[in-house]
């Protein structure tokens, strides 16, 4: 290999990750002239770490719209089991702080405020106190 294609694999090699021994085998090139090159390349290897991590970002990392798309799936399939269930035997206290808790993410998120109908409250006002 010429040296200049070694230097140009050393650069991808070590900006991949590489140890110093293993391109050294791979290359055939002393430890101590890979350091040297390193201090050369210092620059050409760090912008083709960034490059190849902005290339896995872009590959695994979604939009937030596809995040919140995501969310909102999981969101509704939790919901569906959710109303399967009955919770007669979870303490008031327990769905009442289960209740806050969803109230106070939904303001979060910036949506309206949720009103409950009057026969709702009534019916969870009896069984508070009851």
Request: a negative charge; charged letters at 35%; one cysteine or more.
């Amino acid at each position: 290999m010429v040296d200049n294609e070694k230097k140009t694999k050393f650069i991808e090699l070590r900006a991949k990750g590489y140890s110093y021994d293993r391109i050294s085998n791979e290359l055939n090139v002393s430890k101590p002239t890979l350091i040297s090159w390193s201090k050369d390349f210092e620059t050409e290897i760090a912008n083709l770490k960034a490059i190849e991590l902005e290339s896995l970002r872009e590959q695994f990392y979604c939009t937030k719209q596809k995040r919140i798309e995501i969310l909102g799936k999981q969101l509704q399939s939790i919901a569906d089991e959710l109303e399967k269930r009955d919770f007669s035997n979870i303490p008031t206290d327990k769905l009442m702080e289960l209740l806050m808790k969803i109230l106070n993410q939904i303001k979060q998120e910036g949506e309206q405020t949720i009103f409950l109908e009057k026969e709702y409250f009534e019916t969870m006002k009896s069984k508070w106190e009851g």
